[in-house]
């Protein structure tokens, strides 16, 4: 093996590690559906929908605050154990206690308690998620040092991914019917410690000299120093757009299933599995286009081409199309298009990452996925809101549910401003 190339295997055991965020897609696709459910499912609400709303959205600030923070301590840090390997096993403690919790709310019954008392629970869940999944993403630049390396990493990276959007989307729903809320999430738990684990005891992180530690960086002048980066902001705000319209649709899917499509839960997994399938059959060509073509026009291709889908599901029930059947083909249409869009950005963080080493001296991984989780998690708050406004105001009941519908169409309208933002990205390759 070459200097600097990274086994299959350990490969495979950092890819492996991305399933430590797994019971993430519990908390954001069905929290605001366990707390407050459409009047047709015949379950009384537990908090108001658009406070519940607000609570979301104070858990993804807490989030997004603490990413720059971690990633600012992470990078300063020397410790026996390394920079990120501490960070990771106390994030993964906190996110693993509040995600079993948050489905025990205090109160037997609807009261705005139990939303003040998931936004508590939602804000320890996303600040351990931060400071576990960021220094675990700052690894992939100290393991791999060559572009096709990164590629190679981020591709086992997407792979498990996939295997996490199979869990939240097929798995999950069937949990739940089965398990219910907490055991659901006590096996999205076991699950996310194996993957913890096998990044904790395999992995020595490089040893980086105490001159390439940005000890010399106050806080805010190692943030200015970041959101300056031109490069990185050509790429930090498309994918914040892209975040935003993602994360809008993953929050109001099981509302379109059960009342827009007239079916059961269950059925959010034929959305899902031809998605999850597809990605999966595809990644071998996107890795091939993406070496070939180089990682911006793949990226932008995929924004592009993933608008259709997220605006085409908004007319289900009323297509003309048997509803399980139309779901599943708009599935199969993501499936196509998403897998660029997962494998990608943390590959383009990487290279932007050699970029500032340039600039300053610095080895600055985690500050990078920090800045950029700051913005990107402000969207995924953001898109609670959203959600929870369109839901209100134009509703989402059987035969009154233009606020699922349309909450689709923004999703799809948002990626227009992110592919030409993202035009302007410098770097080809």
Known sequence: MSRGEVSNLRALLYGYGSLMGVGSSLVVGWLLYYYCPPG????????????MGAAMLFGRVVDAISDPLVGYWSDKTLTRWGRRRPFIVAGF?????????????????????????????????WFGYTAAVAPYLALLPEIA???GERVKLVAYQTLFSQLSLIIGGVAVPI??????????????????????????????ERSIGRDRIAKGLNLWRALKITYTNKVFLAYLIPTALLVLSTTMAQIALPYLVTVSAGLDKSYVAIVYLP???ISVLTLPLYRKLTSRYGKK????????????????????????????????????LFGFFVTPLL???NAFIADITDIDEKITGYRREAIYFGAQGFITKSMAGLAGVLISLLLEHLGYTPGADLGIRMSFVLSGLLLIPAVAIFSRYPLKE
């Open 145 to 147: 040092l060559a572009p």
């Open 175 to 204: 949990l739940l019917g089965t398990l219910g809320y907490i055991s659901t999430s006590l096996v999205l738990t076991a699950i996310a410690a194996s993957s913890m684990i096998s990044i904790v005891l395999p992995f020595r």
């Open 275 to 277: 998605m999850i399938a």
């Open 40 to 51: 047709n499912s015949g379950v009384e609400p537990l908090a108001p929908i658009v406070i």
């Open 93 to 125: 403690t906190a996110m693993a206690a509040s995600q079993v919790a948050v489905w025990r709310p205090p109160i037997h019954g609807y009261s705005i308690w139990n939303a003040v008392y998931a936004s508590v629970l939602l804000g320890v869940f």
């Open 343 to 345: 494998m990608l950005p």
């Open 297 to 332: 026009r793949i990226y932008m291709a995929g924004m592009v081409l993933f608008i259709i889908p997220t605006t085409a599901v908004s007319i289900v029930g009323i297509a003309g199309v048997e509803p399980a059947l139309f779901l599943m083909a708009v599935g199969v």
